[in-house]
């Protein structure tokens, strides 16, 4: 009897030891430098807050006068609105579907390193007159004597035309860019307000 009670007691004590053992390898894995999550330094949390700001970021309260920066995947540029004018139900023999038809003059500066394509930029832009509404793109082409965007505009170089759309009678009016394409991070958000007692 006393033999089985040593065997079993040698068995107990074996056990204890091997468990000991494997305790201790898994510390080691777990303090293994390879095992350990990765850390970010101060130098490359700046990088990252630098990329955030390449993103462009919005601008939702500029007026007539003001520049906007774009930063979109078509490329970088900013854009003047100079003046605004409204021109009345009719111009050049055309009426209105709408109430008033109105006149942006606006200045584009490519920021980026490529040519950008005028048309791609000016068409991406819309005025509406309720910021949760849908609003009218450009059709300053449908005018003879209306100066629209066309062509190519090359790194560094600014380029002055005019956008044209109706519009509903407001007091104020949003120039803005496709609320669209800024859902789908195609562009930041950039917005002039427009109010109808500072226009022509």
């Keep these: 009897m006393m033999k089985i009670i040593k065997s079993v007691f040698i068995l107990f004590v074996g056990l204890l030891v091997l468990g000991a053992c494997n305790n201790d390898t898994s510390k080691e894995e777990v303090g293994n430098p390879d095992n350990e999550a990765e850390s970010i330094s101060p130098d490359e949390a700046e990088d990252v807050n630098d990329s955030k700001d390449e993103e462009g ?3 939702l309260d500029l007026l007539i006068g ?4 774009f930063v979109t995947t078509l490329g970088t540029y900013e854009m003047t609105l100079n003046d605004a004018e409204l021109k009345g139900k009719e111009f050049e023999g055309v009426k209105s579907t709408r109430d008033d038809i109105i ?3 606006i200045t584009i500066k490519n920021t980026d390193d490529d040519t950008l394509d005028l048309e791609d930029l000016i068409y991406s832009m819309e005025i509406a007159d309720d910021l949760e509404g849908a609003g009218s793109g450009d ?3 449908g005018f003879d004597t209306v100066d629209a965007f066309k062509g190519e505009i090359e790194p560094g170089e600014e380029k002055s035309a ?3 759309t109706t519009v509903n009678t407001a007091d104020e009016y949003f120039f803005r860019k496709d609320p ?3 859902a789908t991070e195609g562009s930041n958000q950039v917005i002039w307000t427009i109010k109808t007692e500072e226009i022509k």
């Design 66 to 69: 003001d520049t906007g920066a």
């Design 139 to 141: 059709n300053a082409e």
């Design 103 to 105: 006149l942006l003059e």
């Design 162 to 164: 005019q956008f044209l």
């Design 180 to 182: 669209g394409i800024v």
């Design 57 to 59: 970021q919005d601008q």
